[in-house]
């Protein structure tokens, strides 16, 4: 195995993503990941645009943005060193939600899906927490987004409707 940089030793086991990974996985892991300098406004990748990896943002600061409409762009959140984004796109195997930018010159980890795959084939325990790491960390945003919702909804004078009423817009049937 090649000698592994020890900044990464310290900064991914403090990554929500490769908690609990230490020694040999860890250093395996650090192997698999590529790495990648972005110039400030470089965008990364496009909302609609397939991706099949998830990248660490090491030094620097990337803008997540959504597409509202042709010409309308909501800014998300800025993600800064050590917060991860695309993972999504690995595991529903689908394309991007929203565009990244580099507000700022950048340099990215990137874990590419074959890469992954790669370590499915060779280090299954090391797979495993990881993907559990992942839906952990899943299942977080999915928390906040739906205190969010919870939030608007509130402040729109809807707190009593049900969670699938906020989410999926209310079915009108022909009647006989």
Do not use: W
């Amino acid at each position: 195995m090649a000698r592994v940089e020890p900044a990464l030793l310290d900064l991914l086991p403090r990554v929500p993503l490769f908690g609990g990974l230490e020694g040999v996985p860890l250093e395996r892991v650090i192997q698999l990941l590529g790495e990648e300098d972005r110039a400030e406004a470089e965008v990364v990748g496009c909302q609609g645009q397939n991706c099949r990896a998830l990248y660490v943002v090491r030094e620097g600061e990337v803008l997540e943005s959504k597409e509202l409409s042709p010409g309308r762009k909501a800014k998300l959140v800025r993600l800064g060193p050590g917060e991860v984004f695309g993972e999504r796109s690995l595991v529903e195997m689908q394309a991007l939600s929203a565009t990244y930018t580099c507000a700022q010159p950048t340099r990215l980890l990137v874990l590419h899906q074959r890469e992954l795959a790669k370590l499915y084939r060779e280090d299954l325990p090391t797979y495993t927490l990881l993907l559990g790491n992942l839906a952990r960390e899943l299942s977080r945003r999915l928390r906040r987004a739906e205190e969010r919702l919870i939030q608007l909804a509130d402040a729109a004078g809807e707190g009593e409707r049900s969670r699938t009423q906020l989410a999926v817009p209310a079915l009108k049937l022909p009647t006989k």
